[in-house]
């Protein structure tokens, strides 16, 4: 069962912007920190930023400044703002659910991942 489904990638230039999301089932997205990741081909998969419960929000030294993470309770979305983009930042862009049972115990949920291409 698919339970996170990216939307929003495309084919943009160096320096525009792209914003995805990421819709989830309410019994996951609010037993968990969310993230995106990113993996481009050839590549291992990388975090890219996350946004937990409590409303801390991490980013990759790669991305900080011009990305941002934002959790919409309303509809169990999280989205990512992606500015300034530039051609390194291609790659297949994956939401992540993180749930922690206890300590040393956690499930992890994943989409099929959305295209993003930056070239010009």
């Known amino acids: 069962q698919v339970q996170l489904v990216e939307s929003g990638g495309g084919l943009v230039q160096p320096g525009g912007s792209l914003r995805l999301s990421c819709a989830a089932s309410?019994?996951?997205?609010?037993?968990?920190?969310m993230g995106w990741y990113r993996q481009a081909p050839g590549k291992q998969r990388e975090l890219v930023a996350t946004?937990?419960?409590?409303?801390?929000?991490d980013y990759a030294d790669s991305v900080k400044g011009r990305f941002t993470i934002s959790r919409h309770n309303a509809n169990n979305t999280v989205s990512l703002q992606m500015n300034s983009l530039k051609p390194e930042d291609t790659a297949v862009y994956y939401c992540?659910?993180?749930?922690?049972?206890?300590?040393?115990?956690?499930?992890?949920?994943w989409g099929r991942g959305t295209q993003v291409s930056v070239s010009s």
């Open positions: 992540n659910a993180h749930r922690s049972w206890a300590v040393r115990t956690a499930s992890d949920y």
């Open positions: 309410g019994s996951i997205f609010s037993r968990s920190t």
């Open positions: 946004a937990a419960l409590n409303g801390i929000t």
